[in-house]
């Protein structure tokens, strides 16, 4: 299910004329159905902005999105949420919803206002659990559970919406490496399985290389290269987007890119 | 709320709140200011003592009074220091007092004074009997001993004689009110079993329905008011004598609770009148008044 | 280290079971609460027909003192402790209260001046000071909502919570001034007040506060999904399919309408829009689901209970409702921080 993006404004304390600042200006890219889309770009430079215009949580000042040639503003919200589920980068729950309830939480699109989960969400939600290796936990607070362990029940709750979009806020930000390379695969693994069209955005080049089919990369609100991930994750364009200077390499036994950093290059 | 209903009560609920938090005794000792001089210039914060004073003879003693005096009307002329929370203490030291009468509770003011070398003099909360002690305790320290105890007396044998009058014509029991939200029976004060108010309910021929309570208010429930079934309900308000400006809809509140005899009889009275809120000298006429309430034909 | 865990039972059934259970342990504290009082009645003489009403002592205390005081009790209850769930979710925080944004301290304000300036009107059952504190609630309610509200946008509740908090110390500095400038037997009233007070003496003030409280819950059946999505965080509720902004305000509202009525009807009674709610946490746990309904009937028994306790513990003399409620609540929420630390 292609995602348009057409000239996206959009800015956080923006007057309905259109002054102030923006955090992103003028963005306009296609998402095409079943890739794996990875969002580059540093600090403030709108990746999360982008996501949430993307799920309809926030709506563009200037400029549309369309999912299938649809327009966002015409689904409502709950069936937005049917179609594209947004797993943000931290959660934290007021009370102590269990692991469970939290993945039942995602059923949420799929029932009406005054409608109990039955036992078709029940499995949907088991599976979905068991799809991210956390069938196990199921009965534990959510509170206690490890950063990666809370990262993946959310990729569950994300996935019990059944969504053909999903987009990711820096998964793998607050996991060690061994969770790194369990979550990459488990997206790849849900990409190639399910054809879940995913959105991802990363610090982390590496992840964006090997896991990502084309990549946008962002600063300062707009788009400065999009495109295969071959093409554009190049050391001029790293340069560009970080100020660093990195040494890109195609690692043989992969075939993946790989980024080692060298140094900070700011622009003079 | 005119201006001067407002001070009544005042007064009355000032003498319940200073008993509530506990009497503390005269910081003069009675009797024991034989040797001092009389006292020359005073200020009274205390309207009940204010009253005494000017009772005794000794107004012209007094230099300031409090916000809230005014009776006789000889104090309106005098100026006045603030009252119970807003005591000014700058402007009594400045009218160079030799005493001041202050409230028990007082203690930072006492504590002023006391460093600036001024004597104090506490006032004692309580019944007829701490009226009339503390009337005699004024007249010591005033050097009208002689007109306080004559005024002592007269006290005493005006509710001796009331007490006379209305003997054979029953004890009603009955509920005195002093405050209550307008139009409803809640957040309601009445008079429990000690303090003047329940004395002088007594000697005019009244039984408190809530005498067994030693306290000097009560905020019955609606439960209690039901269960105590007064005869008369007798409420004291501060406004022009006589005037309650709404007695149709007041007594209306209470119309609901109509096993309660006094409803049941209309025997609900409105009283007003300053006397009937400051425990102080004209205690007998504010006896009086209750008296010719509860037993109108001893006085025809 | 291994966890016990209990699996909880499927939703459908523990929501039927556990509404079941709480409204029995409601109705039955409600059917009870009126036997007992600080006078000894014979109960058989109260419901004695042949007596006239106006000569039966028995049946007066019954049903005009203890019968509108009970259910002033109950839907005081209830109102206060579903707005305290309410408010908990909506400003994802435990310890929020009914009186966390300033409806109560509006009400108060109102209710100190109708009292110090000696107000006297009236409209229907309702006297000056319900009156006067409802309007004093709408007020603060208004300017909190007006705070906190951006167009389209869901409410920022830390702009809720400062609000409310602003809100607080203003209208309590203003009391206090109030209450230095009245007169002391108005002062002492205002006092009263303070504490809580639900001997209505009759049906009347209850069925006034009735609309609002029928509003507040018709409100509150539709939030509680919501309210689990929101507790969890507005973003995530928003790509859950939750109308963020709308289901906000319509907590928001839910709470500021129930409380309002509580307050106005009975004064500001502190505790029970967070006890309750934490006591039924523990018990059936944290959805909201089963957490709203649950508090609400709970909220019935726990307010009859202290009403019951505060009126016959000392008798004749009267505990204001609102020290039981804190008698109770302080020690609880002590222990609640030993348990947890």
């Known amino acids: ?268 | ?300 | 280290m291994t966890q016990v865990v209990t699996v909880p039972r499927p939703i459908r059934p523990r929501l039927a079971l556990t509404v079941v259970g709480f409204g029995a342990l409601a109705l039955v504290t409600c059917l009870a609460a009126p036997l007992v009082g600080s006078t000894s009645i014979s109960i058989a003489r109260a419901f004695d027909r042949s007596i006239p009403f106006a000569d039966n002592v028995d049946a007066q205390i019954f049903f005009l003192a203890r019968m509108p005081r009970v259910l002033a009790a109950a839907v005081v209850g209830a109102a206060l402790a579903s707005a305290g769930v309410v408010l908990q979710a909506l400003l994802r925080n435990p310890l929020a209260t009914p009186f966390t944004l300033g409806v109560s301290a509006g009400a108060a304000l109102g209710a100190m001046l109708a009292i110090t300036l000696g107000a006297t009107m009236t409209i229907g059952p309702l006297s000056a000071v319900p009156l006067a504190s409802l309007a004093g609630a709408a007020i603060a309610a208004t300017i909190v909502y007006a705070l906190a509200t951006r167009t389209g946008r869901p409410m920022s509740t830390s702009v809720l919570l400062l609000a409310g908090v602003t809100l607080n110390s203003f209208f309590s500095a203003v009391i206090l001034m109030v209450q230095y400038m009245g007169d002391f037997t108005e002062a002492y009233r205002t006092i009263r007040w303070l504490m809580g007070d639900l001997d209505v003496g009759s049906f009347g003030p209850i069925l006034a506060a009735l609309p609002l409280i029928v509003a507040a819950v018709v409100i509150f059946a539709l939030l509680p999904s919501s309210l689990n999505l929101l507790s969890v965080g507005a973003d995530s509720a928003a790509t859950r399919g939750v109308n963020v902004g709308r289901a906000q305000r319509l907590a928001f509202l839910s709470s500021a309408l129930a409380t309002s009525a509580a307050v106005s009807l009975a004064g500001p009674i502190g505790f029970v829009g967070i006890v309750v709610p934490h006591l039924v946490r523990l018990m059936v746990g944290v959805d909201h689901r089963v957490v709203l309904p649950t508090s609400a009937l709970f909220g019935v028994a726990f307010l009859v209970a202290c009403d019951l306790v505060s009126r016959t513990i000392l008798a004749p003399v009267e505990v204001p409702v609102g020290v039981v409620t804190a008698m109770i609540g302080g020690p609880f929420f002590l222990w609640l921080l030993v348990r947890k630390g």
Request: with cysteine.
């Open chain 2, 1 to 300: 709320m005119a201006a001067r209903q407002k001070r009544l009560t005042l007064l009355l609920a000032t003498a319940v709140f200073v008993g509530g938090l506990g009497a503390s005794d005269a910081r003069q000792e009675p009797g024991a200011t034989v040797t001092d001089a009389p006292a020359r210039r005073i200020v009274s914060l205390v309207p009940a003592l204010t009253e005494m004073l000017f009772a005794i003879g000794a107004g012209p003693q007094v230099v300031a009074v409090s916000s809230y005096d005014d009776f006789p009307p000889e104090v309106q002329a005098l100026p006045s220091v603030g009252a119970l929370l807003d005591p000014n203490v700058e402007r009594i030291l400045a009218l160079h007092p030799d005493l001041v009468l202050t409230y028990g509770s007082q203690d930072s003011v006492e504590t002023q004074l006391g460093r600036a070398g001024i004597k104090v003099f506490s006032y004692t909360h309580g019944g007829v009997e701490a009226i009339l002690r503390t009337l005699r305790d004024l007249g010591s320290v005033t050097g009208r001993r002689t007109e306080a105890d004559r005024k002592a007396r007269e006290i005493e044998s005006q509710l001796t004689a009331i007490r006379n009058r209305v003997r054979g014509h029953g004890r009603p029991r009955v509920l005195l009110v002093f405050g209550r939200q307008p139009q409803s029976l809640r957040q309601m004060y009445v008079s429990g079993g000690i303090g003047f108010l329940s004395d002088i309910l007594d000697a005019a021929g009244g039984a408190n329905v809530f005498a067994d309570i030693a306290r000097e208010s009560v905020q019955p429930s609606i439960e209690t008011l039901l269960s105590a079934a007064p005869d008369v309900i007798i409420e004291i308000r501060s406004g022009r004598a006589g005037a309650v400006t709404d007695a149709v809809g007041e007594r209306s509140a209470w119309s609901r609770l109509a096993s309660i005899p006094a409803v049941r009889s209309s025997r609900i009275h409105f009283l007003s009148g300053s006397e009937l809120f400051v425990p102080g000298p004209r205690v007998g006429l504010a006896a009086e008044q209750l008296a010719r309430v509860l037993h109108p034909e001893a006085f025809e």
């Open chain 1, 1 to 268: 299910m292609p995602i348009s993006i057409q000239h996206v404004s959009f800015g956080y304390d923006t007057r309905s004329s259109g002054s102030g600042t923006f955090s992103l200006c003028d963005v306009s890219t296609t998402i095409t159905r079943g890739s794996i889309t990875g969002l580059l770009g540093p600090n403030g430079c709108g990746k999360t902005t982008l996501l949430k215009l993307i799920a309809g949580v926030l709506r563009c000042g200037q400029g549309g999105i369309a999912l299938n040639d649809r327009a966002l503003a015409q689904f409502s919200k709950r069936e937005l949420a049917r179609h594209v589920a947004l797993v943000p980068q931290e959660t934290h729950p007021a009370f102590d919803f269990s692991v469970l309830d939290m993945v039942l939480m995602g059923r949420h699109p799929h029932l009406g206002t005054f409608q109990l989960e039955g036992p078709e969400d029940l499995s949907i939600a088991h599976s979905c659990l068991a799809a991210t290796g956390t069938a196990h936990l199921a009965y534990r607070p959510f509170t206690t559970l490890s950063g990666g362990e809370k990262q993946r029940v959310v990729i569950a709750s994300a996935l019990a919406q059944e969504p053909e979009v999903l987009l990711l806020d820096e998964p793998t930000a607050s996991l060690d490496l061994a969770y790194q390379l369990e979550v990459a695969s488990l997206l790849a693994r849900l990409n190639q399985d399910h054809e879940v069209t995913m959105v991802v955005a990363t610090h982390d080049l590496n992840l964006a290389a090997s896991l990502c089919d084309s990549l946008v990369l962002l600063r300062a609100g707009r788009i400065l290269a999009q495109g295969p991930t071959r093409d554009v994750l190049t050391a001029s364009m790293i340069q560009q987007l970080y100020d660093v200077e990195t040494d890109v390499q195609v690692h043989e036994p992969s075939g993946h890119l790989t980024v080692v950093p060298i140094r900070r290059r700011p622009r003079p």
